[in-house]
């Protein structure tokens, strides 16, 4: 049962282009949802995040999109640079108490970002 | 520069040997995490500690996997006896109370032959 997917698992864009990637969630009761950028031999890095009560967070390049109607989100890259070119995790947060708060992410798959110069 | 150590960054091991990965937190983190990272499954969450207390590790195969915190700065994951299966990627993350932000170390990567 995957709560995350990310159905394309990669994308290939010209340098200057604009990157769109695709993330849907299963759950409406995610509180947060982040995105990761991963490159080979290194651990994800944490990019951007949007609260479950927004529709839009930008900062520089990227500006993630929520469509809570639709259980869909988004990620913009403007403009696609070739060092953007890694895996790009969507991970979404749930915060549950069992007698104190916990937190866990959810990860996607992953989609294999490609700027080509 | 904070940042999540791991050691080693690499192991090769035969069928049936132990194996165990460790982990820094960045100082002042108080949540633990342990991912394993295959093609298939992507990453998948093996377990997690707050305040060094396990709080879930129904991702871990129970009978060959086991996860500590022996201290705040140390976390560590053993498996005994390993397995070809268990090749893949693991990472450790940190965190910080209810933020939902972790931050990942480099990964330990194991091959079992």
């Known amino acids: 049962d995957q709560q995350v997917k990310q159905n394309s698992p990669s994308l290939s864009v010209q340098e200057g282009r604009i990157s769109i990637l695709n993330c849907d969630y299963t759950n409406s009761m995610f509180d947060y949802f982040l995105w990761y950028k991963k490159y080979p031999a290194e651990g994800p890095t944490f990019l951007i995040s949007i609260s479950s009560i927004k529709d839009k967070n930008e900062d520089g390049r990227f500006t993630v999109f929520l469509n809570k109607s639709a259980k869909h989100l988004s990620l913009h890259i403007v403009p696609s640079q070739p060092g953007d070119s890694a895996v790009y995790f969507c991970a979404a947060y749930l915060q549950m108490n069992y007698g104190g708060a916990t937190n866990k992410l959810i990860f996607g798959t992953g989609t294999l970002l490609a700027v080509q110069p | 520069d904070a940042r999540v150590t791991q050691t080693p960054r690499h192991k090769v091991t035969e069928m049936g040997q132990e194996v165990t990965m460790r982990c820094q937190p960045i100082l002042g983190h108080n949540t633990v995490f342990w991912y394993r990272q295959t093609m298939m499954q992507g990453l998948e969450l093996l377990a997690y500690?707050?305040?060094?207390?396990?709080?879930?590790d129904s991702g871990m195969p129970k009978d060959r996997f086991s996860a500590e915190m022996p201290d705040a700065t140390l976390a560590t994951l053993k498996i005994q006896p390993s397995e070809p299966r268990d090749s893949a990627v693991y990472f450790c993350a940190s965190g910080l109370g209810q933020v939902p932000t972790q931050y990942f170390g480099p990964g330990t990567r194991l091959l079992v032959l």
């Open positions: 500690f707050r305040n060094r207390a396990p709080l879930d």
